[in-house]
């Protein structure tokens, strides 16, 4: 937003200085990019008066002029202008000035032999003009011709300064000026100036069927005025002038008018001839063929910039007689545009839902002044009356008459005013710190000043103040903290005292962040890298039993390929598994813990995982393989993921797997955390491996990081104890067992801890073999048990005994037969 200091200071009587005033704005909040000083593009320049003018004898093009300046000799300066003779005043650049539109600093100079003292300018050298034919002529640009030497600057309004500023998406009232101005208001205690309402133009049912009404509702409002007898053509010095300030182009009074206002009020007006209209339907312009509608696939639309656009059903477009007329919050249409022609305009005055132009303008690739301000969304209260405002200037400019005004509007419960109480404010504010360094609670007063410069309504009562919000402010401030954070901020959060909580009490990590960072770097410490990837993905997944219904879709994505939050944090840590070995690195070892989601879920659908990718050897570990790269085997792998689990002290249990597609049916494990099941480990899917082109040895694992957080934050249980060394003997046993292939070593290890207590220390699977020597669908099992006292020696009859006891569990329990 291009913020014009003298029109500014029309509308509030602020003078502080510029950079007073930009570094006040900035810290509350409204950061000032630049601050341009017209003044500097015609700083030197002056009038000057030509004298004579001789052809150069040494060239054809250029001529000989000698130019008084008001000084006590004239300047001989030589230029290339055709238009420039005897008789004339001009623009003078003297020696030594700088012209930043042309980044030209002037010295004397000889051109083909002949001195030259200075320069005759052009509107382009001044930065008038993109572009100019010929130097220009102050007696055809001014009215009078002030004397000469007089700075030229003022004359062409080049003694402002303007104020770039960047406007946060919470605060659509600073893309106007009156916003700025109550802005600047509340921050100086300056007095405002704003002009007085436009008489108010009675509205006119609009005569649109009852489906056209609930599209207009579902944007708040929709309005034209009718008016004619207007004569269309430049617009006066001023109000170019401030366009051109704010960084707009002047095309005519009528469409300056509109633009004017929109800078005014934040509000986008558009004008469309009307006798263009009439022209599309074949009759005379009739309001009841107005329409809001989608724009149809495939519909061409030619729009004011002369762009030609296909439109799609994402594009909300006005139409007129089922022809669209305007991009509805983005741009209008070449079909109705107003030109030197026109005698007639509806003047539209409408409010537009900001998603609806948010897509639209995406969907042609089109973003506008208009459109930058819908999207932030605009006070429904506003519309009619910069309506009126443009009414007010349009007869005032152009000679319009109203005709009458049709409109329609969603209606709504007035705003309740918000509760502001004082102790409220000043508990979580604190003191202030005042001139002479005293702390004490804001003043009332300045709270009631602050509130009331922002166009809210105040009423006091018992505990403070009943605040009514003003229509420009009702999208941020909605309730008492709004409210409160508004006084600070412009009060200045650096007058407010510091202090330390009372009592102070010391922070920390609680056990969960402890637990997830300890897992992290023991998961680093195992080999694998921590990767970060972006939580918005495609609307489906071409994982292996990926559910599109899962994935939450954004409400305005930016493109396709981000509409969507991910489900799943395995489909990236492939891709990047693949650019990496694509790239030439012999494996690729990684994990990421974030957030997913599940549209389907009851609780919201929100989850915590860890998960992560085993694929191909490590570099620094080819040294061990005589440089040749070696892939781990599923227990190496399952080993490199229990090194971080066993840090946290987990009772982590596999069970076999075979219904997880992405994974090989019978390389896979479900991990079970304190007896549930927590996550699965194993071997990719030799299909999946194949459509990434990855090694048939590459491992995937993903755990639910609430079931690891709440198992590993139980009472003590990864905090180091102490256990002294054992003072007596151990005896160690060999059990082999013959059992159904399908039983898994780690069920029959739970079942022989359960029954070897309390003298089984230690047991551990040493062997396990199928082959002829076993019976089909048979295979042994091989268990070492270490057995103790801590306070005495075994004999072997209490061995035996505790030995049996466990060879007794397994065979009622599994079967198991001792192998002979």
Same mark, same amino acid.
């Given at each position: ?496 005292? @510091? $202090? #330390?909580? /009372? ?5 920390? *990590?609680?056990? &969960? =962040? ?5 897992? %992290? ?41 981000? @509409? $969507? #939050?991910? /489900? ?5 840590? *492939?891709?990047? &598994? =693949? ?5 030439? %690195? ?56 229990? =090194? ?177």
């Amino acid at each position: 937003m291009r913020v014009s200091l003298q029109w500014l200071q029309e509308l509030v009587a602020c003078t502080l200085p510029v950079e007073e005033l930009a570094e006040r704005l900035s810290v509350a909040g409204f950061e000032v990019e630049e601050i341009e000083d017209l003044a500097a593009r015609a700083a030197g320049v002056v009038v000057g008066h030509v004298q004579s003018r001789e052809p150069h004898p040494n060239a054809d093009k250029l001529s000989v002029c000698t130019v008084a300046i008001g000084a006590d000799e004239p300047l001989q300066i030589v230029c290339g202008a055709k238009n420039v003779r005897a008789g004339i005043h001009v623009a003078v650049a003297t020696v030594g000035s700088y012209l930043p539109a042309v980044d030209l600093t002037i010295k004397p100079a000889e051109l083909r032999g002949v001195a030259s003292s200075g320069m005759i300018c052009s509107l382009s050298e001044l930065g008038l003009a993109d572009s100019s034919d010929g130097i220009v002529i102050l007696d055809e640009a001014l009215a009078s011709v002030p004397a000469l030497g007089t700075p030229v600057g003022p004359m062409f309004g080049l003694d402002d300064q303007v104020l770039e500023l960047a406007i946060t998406a919470n605060r659509p009232d600073g893309l106007s000026m009156q916003g700025i101005a109550r802005e600047v208001a509340a921050l100086s205690g300056a007095a405002l100036n704003l002009p007085a309402a436009a008489p108010a133009i009675p509205v006119q049912p609009l005569p649109v069927s009852a489906s056209v009404q609930e599209r207009i509702e579902a944007g708040g409002l929709f309005s034209v005025t009718a008016l004619n007898n207007l004569q269309v053509g430049p617009s006066p010095q001023w109000l170019q002038s401030r366009l051109e300030r704010a960084g707009l182009r002047p095309i005519n009074n009528v469409v300056d008018i509109t633009n004017l206002v929109m800078l005014e009020f934040g509000q986008p007006l558009h004008a469309f001839d009307a006798a263009k209209l009439a022209a599309l339907s074949g009759g005379q312009a009739d309001p009841s063929r107005l329409d809001l509608r989608s724009g149809h696939s495939g519909e061409a639309f030619k729009a004011l910039d002369a762009s030609e656009h296909s439109l799609s059903d994402e594009a909300w477009v006005v139409s007129y007689a089922d022809q669209p007329v305007a991009l509805a919050g983005v741009i209008g249409g070449d079909n109705s545009c107003v030109d030197s022609s026109t005698t007639s305009i509806w003047l539209e005055a409408a409010m537009f839902a900001p998603q609806t132009v948010r897509r639209s303008a995406r969907s042609v690739g089109l973003r506008t002044d208009a459109s930058s301000r819908f999207e932030k969304g605009l006070p429904r209260e506003v519309t009619l009356n910069a309506a009126d405002r443009a009414v007010q200037l349009l007869q005032d400019l152009c000679g319009a008459q109203v005709e009458g005004r049709w409109g329609h509007e969603r209606s709504e419960a007035p705003r309740p005013a918000l509760q502001l109480r004082s102790d409220a404010l000043h508990n979580l504010l604190g003191p202030v710190v005042d001139a002479s360094g005293e702390e004490g609670d804001l003043p009332n007063a300045e709270i009631e000043q602050i509130l009331t410069a922002l166009g809210c309504q105040l009423r006091p009562d018992d505990e403070g103040w009943q605040v009514q919000v003003p229509p420009s402010r009702a999208m941020d401030l909605q309730r008492e903290v709004d409210l409160i954070e508004e006084v600070a901020r412009l009060v200045g959060y650096d007058r407010f005292a @510091s $202090h #330390l909580p /009372d009592p102070t009490e010391p922070g920390g *990590l609680s056990d &969960a =962040q402890q637990a997830e960072r300890r897992l %992290r770097r023991m998961l680093v410490d195992a080999g694998l890298q921590e990767t970060c990837s972006l939580s918005l993905g495609p609307a489906e997944s071409d994982r292996p039993g990926a559910d599109p219904q899962r994935r939450v879709a954004l409400a305005n994505p930016l493109l396709a390929d981000y @509409s $969507h #939050l991910r /489900d799943s944090l395995v489909d990236e840590l *492939l891709q990047a &598994a =693949q650019r990496n070995l694509q790239a030439g %690195r012999s494996g690729f070892w990684a994990f990421e813990l974030g957030n997913v989601f599940d549209a389907t879920a009851a609780d919201g659908g929100q989850r915590l995982q860890l998960a992560g990718v085993i694929c191909g050897s490590r570099q620094a570990e080819l040294w061990s393989s005589s440089g040749k790269p070696q892939a781990l085997d599923y227990f190496q792998a399952r080993g490199v993921l229990q =090194q971080p689990l066993d840090s946290l002290k987990l009772p982590v249990e596999d069970r076999r797997l075979s219904d997880e597609p992405l994974l090989h049916p019978g390389r896979a494990a479900q991990l079970a955390v304190e007896g549930r099941p927590g996550g699965w480990f194993g071997q990719v899917h030799p299909e999946l491996a194949e459509r990434y082109d990855l090694p048939a040895a590459t491992y995937l694992f993903q755990l639910e990081m609430a079931q690891l957080l709440s198992a590993a934050t139980r009472r003590n249980r990864w905090q180091p104890a102490f256990a002294s060394f054992a003072t007596v003997p151990a005896s160690e046993r060999d059990l082999a067992l013959v059992v159904p292939a399908t039983t898994a070593s780690g069920q029959l290890l739970q079942a022989i801890r359960k029954a070897g207590k309390p003298l089984l220390e230690q047991a551990e699977l040493v062997d396990r073999y199928e082959g002829e020597q076993v019976a089909a669908g048979s295979c042994s099992q091989a268990f070492r048990l270490r057995y103790r006292d801590a306070k005495r020696t075994l004999t072997d009859t209490e061995v035996d005994g505790a030995h049996e006891k466990i060879r007794a569990a397994l065979e009622k329990q599994f079967g198991a037969q001792l192998r002979g």
